[in-house]
């Protein structure tokens, strides 16, 4: 049975000072590695680098192209990119924007700001730095309905606050940025309906890790030009997503405080700039598993974040919500890609569905979702299937077009690769991937190391061909619901 638990109207009542003083302290738990520099910033000249071919993943119809090269395309030998996020333009245009951490070498955990940009759909990528040599981590982007890029960043070591940087020419260029408060594990959405919060950006973080004492949430009413004093969320979810309905009512999903429980949390009122900020619920979620955190493929990161997605389709009466992660299910399977459905705004949820079909023991790994305007569930995740008791993985995705009650089989995108090369002096290749559908492509942001070392790629799937030549042999494409 699914847990529930509703909770009174919440304020955030923060006050003012808490938005502008950092605590002096903060913690997470142990096994979490915490978003402050270990290692100092080295410089790596460009003079030094050695640069060898870019790595292009291919793997029957799909291609997936690297992204962090230098200025020639060439790959830098020696660097690490992880963690990546993706904004693409939705006018219409072919513009997109990656971030991720970039280390300059490896043998420093130092991290910045990376980012690349392409305006022909993925074919070029040009690449550079948010203020080279000043340490940043958890990339999050997200675009507005005009077509601006947001970037946010976490920095200011020790007191975990973000900032975030806007683009008006597709990622080219990137203004100074403006202070989002903020936190470790931040993330971000953006409002691109036409209601009352038109234009509004969420943002939420780690409450243990806040830049200002007990607080998780803020929100900018003004399109990023400032933001408001940062408030606290109920039941602190953290490691998670944000998202904002066709209606404007915005959702939160996480891990809520230091346990397991996922949680749902809701606001009707946040959209409106007139009202106080506040959240109406905080619902618990039976995924059929926890949400890993260490070990395997990643030991020293996540095993994926709790992703919250709503539909898309206009005119629901009630918010479609859905909510996916990789999770430990009970017995020996060490990961799945569950996911649950709402079609109440969040007040009930559905029996937990297995979205990955293998029969075996594996790790799936990343569990990652994003929706398309017309209702489509695009779902990748890294996967262990063809490395039994290993971790070598490949990216596989599969898609639902009845709102998650079922599921196509399983399709691989990428050959396999091992998770365990060229860590930045961090046992991890970061904590999460990142996805933007439209009804003919979706766009993939993911870390591989098919170069012997961490790198981002970027992968365009045209829908339209997906299942006349993007099935290897014998796969079918038949539809399949499996529960865990």
Known sequence: MNKRLLLPLILLSAPAALAETPPDAVREPAVVHLEVPDDPYVAVPIESRVTGPAFRAVRGAFASVQVNVDGAGMNIVGDAANEPSIAVDLTGSQRVAIGWRQFDTITSSFRQAGWGQTADGGATWTTGTIEPGVFRSDPVLDSDAAGNFYYNSLSVPGTFQCDVFRSADGGATWDSGVYALGGDKQWMAIDRGAGVGAGNVYSNWSESASCCADTSFTRSTDGGDSYENAGSMPQQPRFGTTAVAPSGNVYVAGAGGFGNTIYVVKSTTLQDPGLAPAFDSAV?????????????????????????????????????????????????????????????????????????????????????????????????????????????????????????????????????????????????????????????????????????????????????????????????????????
């Open 284 to 484: 618990a979620v039976d995924l059929g598993g926890s949400p890993g955190l260490g070990g395997g493929p990643n030991p020293g990161g996540l095993s994926g974040q709790v992703w919250v997605a709503t539909s898309q389709a206009p005119g629901l009466a009630q918010d479609e919500v859905y909510v996916l992660a990789s999770v430990d299910p009970p017995g020996t399977d060490p990961l799945d890609v569950h996911f649950v459905r709402s079609t109440d705004g969040g007040a009930t949820w559905s029996t937990p569905v297995r979205v990955n079909d293998d029969a075996g023991d594996a790790w799936q790994w990343f569990g990652t979702m994003s929706v398309a305007p017309g209702g489509r569930i695009d779902v990748v995740w890294n996967d262990s299937r063809s490395d039994p008791g290993g971790f070598d993985s490949a990216l596989y995705y599969s898609f639902s077009t009845d709102g998650g009650v079922s599921w196509s089989s399983d399709v691989p995108l990428s050959p396999s690769f091992d998770p365990h090369l060229g860590w930045p002096q961090q046992d991890k290749i970061g904590d999460y991937y990142d996805m933007v559908s439209e009804d003919d492509v979706v766009h993939v942001a993911w870390a591989a190391t098919f170069n012997g070392e961490q790198d981002v790629y970027y992968l365009r799937l045209e829908v339209p061909g997906l299942f006349t030549d993007g099935f290897e042999s014998g796969d079918t494409g038949a539809w399949s619901g499996s529960t865990p």
